[in-house]
Nanobody, 126 residues
Framework: VQLQASGGGLVQAGGSLRLSCGMSGRTLSDYAVGWFRQAPGKDRDFVAAISRSGRGRSYADSVKGRFTIFRTNAKNTVYLEMNSLKPEDTAVYYC????????????????????WGQGTLVTVSS
């Protein structure tokens, strides 16, 4: 089972990017999915999570109103649409999949996730 995160790049402040997370070997719709990010010299932080059905979503306060997580189960992909990007959003972004629903508090903890993608770098210039 592998997760693949893609879509990172260099963007100016105020710009947008869409990250994608795909799964090979299993069906991603069987998993809750979270996005995390890690800036240089900092801990890995929760960004957003989505339930298996896609009806439930949770966001970190720092991205609420600017980022949107959604999934297309037909395409076996979860997306993170990032708008109004700020230099402080610069980080390596990781997607992760959780086989067991932990509740909305649980999905914010990186330790609960079973599978991780390799990360994709997002750089926001000022």
């Amino acid at each position: 089972v592998q997760l693949q995160a893609s879509g990172g790049g260099l963007v100016q402040a105020g710009g947008s990017l869409r990250l994608s997370c795909g799964m090979s070997g299993r069906t991603l719709s069987d998993y809750a999915v979270g996005w995390f990010r890690q800036a240089p010299g900092k801990d890995r932080d929760f960004v957003a999570a989505i339930s298996r059905s896609g009806r439930g979503r949770s966001y970190a306060d720092s991205v609420k109103g600017r980022f949107t997580i959604f999934r297309t189960n037909a395409k076996n992909t979860v997306y993170l649409e990032m708008n109004s990007l700020k230099p402080e959003d610069t980080a390596v972004y990781y997607c992760a999949a959780d086989t067991t629903w932990r509740g909305w508090d649980g999905v914010r903890r990186d330790s609960v996730y079973d599978y991780w993608g390799q990360g994709t770098l997002v750089t926001v210039s000022s």
